[in-house]
Structure formats: structure tokens, C-alpha cells
């Protein structure tokens, strides 16, 4: 929802879930926790601080420990809270990927 205008700027259905994560910027890796998703975006509850409009990369974990890389720009920071990113330059898989995860937890 975009405060200034209350209009809807989502254009992917986004599913809520509690992750783990680990994401990158330019000023280091920190952890945060992945608190819904979409093929298109995602929102990461970390304290770690961004700027709107910052390319960050998220590593989205698979239980065997390796992970998934993905490449994003921030969309909206809320301080002390944590950022949406849209995601960008996905590859083919990388978007296979996105969609069967969110489809994963639109069951659960």
C-alpha cells in the first residue's frame, strides 16, 4: 500500500512466512528474517539500516545449508523495522525458483 496515495502498488500476490535469511549491501552481510514474499518482491525484518533505492542481495537458505542469491533494490526502508525490495536481473531459474517457492507457502 503506498502511504502517501493509500493505493495498492503490489502487482504479485505476496505470502506471509517466517525465514531466516542472511542479505548483503554495500556496507556488509547482516541476518534479517524473510516475513512474505512474491515472484516480484519480498520484505526482510532487520535492523541493519538501507536506502530507498540501494541494490542488495538476499540468500534465501535451503536445508541442505547451501543457498539461493537474489538480487533486489530497496523499495521502501522503515527504520529499526527492516525494507521491501523488488527483485531485479532475475535469470530463468532464479524466477522458477521465486515461483514455486511462493506457490509452496500459499498452501501452507
Not at 512474505?36 to 540468500?59: N, P
Not at 543457498?67 to 523495522?81: A, C
Request: hydrophobic share 35%; with cysteine.
Amino acid at each position: 500500500m503506498d502511504r502517501r496515495s493509500g493505493q495498492e502498488r503490489r502487482t504479485a500476490e505476496r505470502f506471509k512466512l517466517t525465514l531466516d535469511v542472511q542479505w548483503e549491501s554495500m556496507t556488509g552481510r547482516r541476518t534479517g528474517t524473510l516475513s512474505d514474499i512474491s515472484s516480484k518482491g519480498c520484505f526482510i525484518l532487520s535492523a541493519g539500516q538501507v536506502h530507498d533505492g540501494e541494490i542488495v542481495k538476499i540468500f534465501l537458505p535451503f536445508s541442505d545449508g547451501t543457498s539461493i542469491p537474489l538480487l533486489g533494490e530497496v523499495r521502501n526502508y522503515v527504520s529499526e523495522i527492516g525494507f521491501a525490495m523488488r527483485f531485479m536481473d532475475l535469470t530463468g531459474p532464479q524466477t522458477d525458483f521465486l515461483e514455486s517457492f511462493a506457490a509452496m507457502h500459499r498452501q501452507i
